[in-house]
Nanobody
Framework: QVQLAESGGGLVQPGGSLKLSCAASGNDFTRLTMAWYRQAPGKQRELVAT???????HSPDSVKGRFTISRDDAKNMVYLQMNSLKPEDTAAYYC???????????WGQGTLVTVSA
């Protein structure tokens, strides 16, 4: 089992920055592949970024160059630095974990990011 708790969401103006944090517990963090997903109202949940146990990262073109995922294994934390935010980035952001990179998925409760002037 893995317990995840996100924080750091809020209201930000277009072009601004925000950093999300996710605290993981309940398992050996160094075994977890971590990811961030988001879900906008009326849309499906989509992948934002992943980071493996070895630190390899992946993100879709929609956020590449603007969002950066990182992890601190000493603190059992994963982060999502979001820069140059756009209104279309508005969504609930969810932390995700997989033990060894395999299902099942573990999810946090989500944190809301609103990008608006």
């Amino acid at each position: 089992q893995v317990q995840l708790a996100e924080s750091g969401g809020g209201l930000v103006q277009p072009g601004g920055s925000l950093k999300l944090s996710c605290a993981a517990s309940g398992n050996d963090f160094t075994r977890l592949t971590m990811a961030w997903y988001r879900q906008a109202p009326g849309k499906q949940r989509e992948l934002v970024a992943t980071i493996t146990t070895g630190g390899f990262t992946h993100s879709p073109d929609s956020v590449k160059g603007r969002f950066t995922i990182s992890r601190d294994d000493a603190k059992n934390m994963v982060y999502l630095q979001m820069n140059s935010l756009k209104p279309e980035d508005t969504a609930a952001y969810y932390c995700n974990a997989r033990i060894g990179g395999f299902p099942p998925d573990f999810w946090g409760q989500g944190t809301l990011v609103t990008v608006s002037a």
